[in-house]
């Protein structure tokens, strides 16, 4: 059922942020040393904090909401365009810590007068591919699903590569979805034909990711395989195959397909946000651990605010008229600047040993 994936995509994607943030940006030696293994939160007092890969799958999922509640005859994807963009430039007014250059500019853009189709930055960050995971677990039309992240892409990544990251998360969110154990290679057809020749380096190394799981390696070893020794990037190219071996390794075991990336070290909030929601939404609400779901201290996106969303998203495609969850505006800056705060101190606990 849709409402079983799209709550558990939201949590898994929040767990996986919130987690992974500590270590944001270590190398894979140096972290068990600096941080232990990521069993637990160790953000601040043993409780864990959402970053933007959080934030924009709820900004997607308020906008989805919107735009298919709507029973006239406006167009689905151009109002979720409008919808989205205005939601970005009203979060980046909230001075979200981590934000990436791209996002980041492309929503300045829109200030400025950009249109939606205007403001994306050509880049190949993994930005759209950490958005990705919602539309996958909400949407049952493929065509639709697949028109809503192209869209999604391109109003902050002009870079076609960003956009075949987002389209495999999304098909890879939409199988976890539908199949109890996962078929590799029949999702894998459906990128190819969805994605072309013009991606054919792009699904050569999902392919490696593929043939790496068969042979039973682990993730850590695939992601060196690639030359990543120091972390996965936020390159798409690097962050969307890493996840997606991730996924297929542990398709149905949350734990360790979350703890596995992340001890892959480099960009470890996106990579495990984008494996959390791939594998929530396979495994459900129950399929996440619960204490991991508790240990999540936000405020005013909280987790029963998150679970609200998804309730109400589910609500909306099966005909329901409901109101859009939000948030105070005002209390998103107060937490921001709280947030930003406790990034410093973890920044200057970097500067110490161990290295």
């Given at each position: 059922?849709?409402?079983?994936?799209?709550?558990?995509?939201?949590?898994?994607?929040?767990?996986?942020?919130?987690?992974?943030?500590?270590?944001?940006?270590?190398?894979?030696?140096?972290?068990?040393?600096?941080?232990?293994?990521?069993?637990?939160?160790?953000?601040?007092?043993?409780?864990?904090?959402?970053?933007?890969?959080?934030?924009?799958?709820?900004?997607?999922a308020q906008s989805l909401i919107e735009a298919l509640s709507k029973s006239d005859d406006r167009n689905e994807v151009q109002l979720f365009t409008k919808r989205f963009a205005r939601r970005l430039r009203w979060w980046i007014l909230a001075l979200p810590a981590g934000v990436g250059k791209a996002t980041a500019r492309a929503s300045v853009k829109l200030w400025f007068g950009a249109t939606p189709q205007n403001a994306g930055v050509f880049s190949a960050g993994n930005g759209p591919a950490?958005?990705?995971?919602?539309?996958?677990?909400?949407?049952?039309?493929?065509?639709?699903?697949?028109?809503?992240?192209?869209?999604?892409?391109?109003?902050?990544?002009?870079?076609p590569k960003a956009e075949f990251g987002e389209i495999a998360v999304a098909l890879a969110?939409?199988?976890?979805?539908?199949?109890?154990?996962?078929?590799?290679?029949?999702?894998?057809?459906?990128?190819?034909?969805?994605?072309?020749?013009?991606?054919?380096?792009?699904?050569?190394?999902?392919?490696?990711?593929?043939?790496?799981?068969?042979?039973?390696?682990?993730?850590?070893?695939?992601?060196?395989?690639?030359?990543?020794?120091?972390?996965?990037?936020?390159?798409?190219?690097?962050?969307?195959?890493?996840?997606?071996?991730?996924?297929?390794?542990?398709?149905?075991?949350?734990?360790?397909?979350?703890?596995t990336i992340i001890q892959c070290g480099g960009d470890a909030d996106t990579t495990a946000a984008i494996v959390g929601g791939i594998v929530g939404a396979g495994v459900g609400r129950d399929g996440i651990p619960q204490r991991w779901i508790e240990g999540i201290a936000e405020y005013p996106r909280s987790v029963s605010w998150m679970q609200d969303l998804g309730d109400a998203l589910a609500d909306t495609i099966v005909?329901?008229?409901?109101?859009?969850?939000?948030?105070?505006?005002?209390?998103?800056?107060?937490?921001?600047?709280?947030?930003?705060?406790?990034?410093?101190?973890?920044?200057?606990r970097r500067l110490a040993p161990p290295y």
């Open positions: 059922m849709n409402r079983n994936a799209i709550i558990g995509c939201i949590l898994g994607t929040a767990v996986g942020d919130a987690l992974g943030l500590p270590y944001e940006g270590v190398s894979p030696s140096r972290a068990p040393q600096l941080l232990g293994p990521p069993d637990r939160y160790r953000f601040v007092f043993r409780r864990g904090m959402i970053l933007d890969n959080t934030e924009h799958t709820c900004v997607v950490m958005r990705a995971a919602i539309f996958g677990a909400a949407i049952d039309d493929v065509s639709l699903m697949l028109e809503l992240v192209r869209v999604s892409s391109r109003i902050t990544h002009r870079d969110t939409r199988h976890a979805r539908d199949h109890a154990s996962p078929d590799a290679n029949l999702w894998l057809e459906q990128v190819v034909d969805t994605l072309g020749e013009d991606a054919s380096e792009f699904t050569k190394l999902l392919r490696q990711a593929i043939e790496s799981v068969d042979a039973g390696h682990s993730t850590g070893a695939f992601a060196q395989s690639l030359g990543l020794d120091r972390g996965v990037t936020g390159y798409t190219y690097h962050t969307v195959p890493v996840a997606i071996h991730a996924w297929l390794s542990h398709p149905d075991d949350f734990r360790s397909a979350v703890t005909g329901k008229t409901v109101a859009v969850p939000t948030v105070n505006p005002i209390a998103v800056l107060i937490r921001n600047c709280l947030f930003l705060f406790i990034v410093l101190f973890h920044g200057f």
